[in-house]
């Protein structure tokens, strides 16, 4: 039988993919790697071993693989995620993308590459690897480390630049223009789709997820997960838009879900097998001889991401008001790039606008930055403690000042903070409604019309339309206007109130304006008429109770929906959240550790353990099931699947992970060392002169001092089953017993322990 050529592929890819990553995972480096040496020896470039047949097939497996890590970052992103890291994160962010992408552009002009190749250059060097920092982290037990959320939170700012990225470069590749205006309208679409996405996948998704809940399996739930995935793809590609751009914002809308964890679950053996396919024809893509060729291009770009990456994440961090300490080690952490340069590079060249050479030279630079990642990171405090020798103490003064400082230098004033609020929500909603307007337009209008043609359809099309926008168009209007914000100034100065009257007003005329569009482009009237129905269309729904409260229940059904993982978080979480971050802005962190069924610490009371003497930390809460424990006294005992909150400094922390650490592992070892003891079933002969003889079960001790179990006694032609303690011992008597074998040949002694 002829196996099909993609299938054959399949296998070459596979096993070179598993014995290079077995290689890689005992050399402790990470995956990627091995998935790209795989991806070499499986292409064209190796000529003894077996090679992939139909490249353009596994090229195809490779983009599912794309969609998938989107997917997937998509579902560990996350809107209120994205508030939390606040200013450090964007101010970090911001700081090494601008610098990098502008040191990447200069790089690739004095390479003497065009416009368009020093574009993707600058983009693939700019993003460090998500995958790879996590991982580095989670290997060397940094993940409580305060300078980690820095790290992350500059993550997730770059992964939706990166995601931006991909929109903004494919539309440039294929107009090949740099024309302002078609760069705004592209953007304005972008943004139109994103707003438009998020807010009605917010406003649905869990909802129907909710109402379904109960009849979904695993099974159902990955189905119904990857099939919403592919479906947003879709309509992102039939809109002009990347399907990696569909894939992410369907991992962002699941993720405000409370289901977001169990899909990240279910979806991450489904990404792994295709993300690794990605990897694999990244790596097929090498050519050798062309590496060799550029081998100087390699050292220059790696030195670039390595110190241009290292620089501006210091100084990024610095600028955002941390400690001099946190930016060091976020900068050192960041020192290379990964999967967003290879799709970026893989998008370049399928877009024929970037220098094939240009693809196996940013694979190597990622390979050796990957490689070097865990030992820059090590590096991190050994630079600290030497620039803090090196640098003047005046110096150091003054970034002490600038870091304590930072959260005064944040403090806005009232009228700020209320137009920040209110042309936050005006956005929101405006983008909304433009969203449903074209897609009404486009899509719903020319329905209805061909059911009911003419003047009747685009009556009916206009007045739907209209009742849709309806709660839209009146929180533009009238959202904040009753806020206390917006009373205490208009109390506190009269002179106030005309500015704000004047932004209601503003408001009003925008909500006119997005009336009057649908109701010119559908009557085709008298313009007198068309404003005196605008007008009147406003005022109706300006003084509507029922539009108000649909307003207000359409807002509070999006809120409760975009909180629910949250509030489900918090539910769960061993200590409220603002008591973290209270902890955090005085270097002191939290961590759980879960008791497990074999620790040593099972049974030990918390002044047994002397977790302050030995870790300086001090335990705060103990989770028990449904109870919590807090402040727990010495006198407490720890049992399995106890979780136990503490709190510490960032070393300290560390030293109390270790030791519980090794504590375990020495427990576990000594466990090892132990002759394991089976439980049989045995059985022996009472002999005459025996001692048991003329006892009973109860006064032979067989179960309190030999640790076994009578199970039966055949006596003559009588079977006694489970006798009871009282049952005497007779010469002659075959006993069965369940326990350990040495203790039963004692036993048919005559003896006991």
């Known amino acids: 039988m002829h196996l099909p050529a993609l299938i054959v592929d399949l296998v070459v890819i596979l096993i070179a993919a598993g014995l290079t990553t077995l290689l890689f995972k005992w050399l402790r480096q990470p995956l990627v790697l091995g998935y790209l040496l795989a991806g070499v020896l ?7 071993l077996p090679t992939v047949r139909e490249v353009s097939s596994i090229d195809t497996w490779g983009e599912i693989g794309v969609i998938f890590l989107l997917f997937n970052l998509g579902l560990d992103f996350s809107v209120k995620k994205l508030m939390k890291v606040g200013g450090t994160a964007t101010v970090g962010a911001a700081t090494v993308l601008i610098g990098m992408m502008f040191v990447g552009y200069m790089v690739g002009s004095a390479l003497g590459l065009d416009r368009m190749n020093c574009i993707f250059l600058g983009a693939m060097l700019s993003m460090s690897s998500t995958t790879i920092i996590f991982k580095a982290f989670d290997e060397m037990g940094l993940r409580s480390r305060q ?12 992964d939706i630049f990166a995601v931006l990225m991909l929109v903004l470069l494919s539309t440039l590749a294929v107009s090949r223009s740099f024309e302002g205006e078609e760069l705004l309208m592209n953007i304005g679409r972008l943004v139109l789709f994103l707003v438009g996405c998020f807010v009605f996948g917010i406003y649905f998704i869990p909802t ?10 695993d099974e159902m739930l990955l189905i119904v997960s990857i099939g919403l995935c592919f479906g947003l793809v879709y309509i992102a590609n039939a809109m002009g838009f990347s399907s990696a751009l569909g894939a992410f914002m369907m991992g962002a809308i699941l993720a405000e879900t409370v289901e977001a964890e169990h899909i990240e679950g279910l979806v991450k053996p489904v990404k792994d097998l295709f993300g690794s396919i990605f990897f694999v024809s990244v790596g097929m893509l090498i050519d050798l001889e062309v590496l060799w060729e550029y081998k100087w291009y390699v050292a220059i770009l790696t030195a670039v991401v390595m110190v241009g990456q290292l620089l501006f994440g210091t100084c990024g961090v610095l600028l955002s008001g941390r400690p001099l300490k946190t930016a060091i080690q976020s900068g050192f952490s960041l020192t290379q790039i990964g999967e967003f340069a290879f799709i970026l590079a893989s998008l ?20 050796v930055t990957t490689f070097f990642t865990p030992y820059m990171i090590r590096l991190a405090d050994p630079a600290y403690a030497r620039l803090e020798r090196g640098l003047p103490a005046s110096w150091i003064r003054f970034l002490d000042r600038y870091s304590s400082g930072s959260n005064t230098i944040r403090q806005q004033s009232e009228w700020r903070q209320f137009l920040r609020a209110v042309s936050r929500f005006v956005g929101v909603y405006l983008a909304v409604t433009l969203v449903l307007l074209f897609v009404w337009l486009q899509f719903a209008v020319p329905l209805i019309c061909r059911l009911l043609p003419g003047l009747n359809g685009r009556l009916v099309s206009l007045v739907a339309l209209l009742l849709l926008m309806a709660p839209l168009l009146r929180a533009i209007m009238m959202k904040k206007n009753r806020s206390e914000a917006f009373q205490r100034l208009w109390s506190d100065n009269k002179y106030n109130r005309g500015p704000l009257v004047s932004l209601i007003a503003l408001r009003i005329v925008l909500a006119l304006a997005l009336v009057q569009v649908p109701t010119a482009m559908l009557l085709h009237i008298n313009p007198l008429w068309e404003a005196a129905i605008t007008v009147s269309v406003v005022l109706v729904i300006l003084f509507s109770k029922g539009v108000q409260a649909r307003s207000i229940l359409i807002e509070q059904h999006f809120v409760s929906n975009l ?18 971050n209270h902890l955090l802005e005085r270097d002191l962190h939290l961590t759980d550790i879960e008791i497990r069924p074999d620790s040593p610490s099972v049974g030990l009371t918390l002044k047994e353990l002397d977790f302050r003497r030995k870790c300086n930390v001090n335990v705060v809460t103990i989770i028990r099931g449904g109870r919590r424990i807090n402040i727990p006294g010495g006198e ?10 503490v709190v510490g400094s960032d070393a300290d922390i560390q030293r109390f992970l270790q030791y519980v650490t090794d504590r375990y592992n020495k427990a576990a070892e000594a466990r090892r060392k132990q002759k394991r003891k089976e439980m049989n079933i045995e059985q022996f002969i009472v002999v005459e002169g025996s001692r048991l003889v003329g006892r009973s079960i109860r006064e032979s001790g067989i179960r309190d001092k030999s640790q076994c179990l009578v199970i039966g006694i055949e006596r003559g032609d009588t079977s ?13 008597d075959i006993v069965w017993i369940v326990g350990e074998h040495e203790k039963a040949i004692q036993l048919s002694e005559g003896k006991t322990l």
């Open 42 to 48: 499986a292409g064209p470039a190796v000529k003894v």
């Open 147 to 158: 300078f980690t959320g820095v790290v992350f939170g500059i993550l997730i700012v770059e």
């Open 208 to 217: 129907i997820l909710r109402a379904i809940r109960k009849y979904l399996t």
């Open 348 to 367: 370049g060249i399928a877009l024929k606008v970037m220098q094939p050479y240009m693809y196996p030279v940013i694979v190597a630079v990622s390979v």
């Open 563 to 580: 909180s629910a993982r949250e509030a489900e978080k918090d539910r769960r979480a061993p200590v409220r959240r603002d008591f973290a």
């Open 636 to 645: 407490e005992r720890l049992y399995p699947s106890d979780k136990v909150v």
């Open 720 to 732: 006694l089953k489970n006798p009871p303690p009282s049952t005497v011992f007779e010469p002659g």
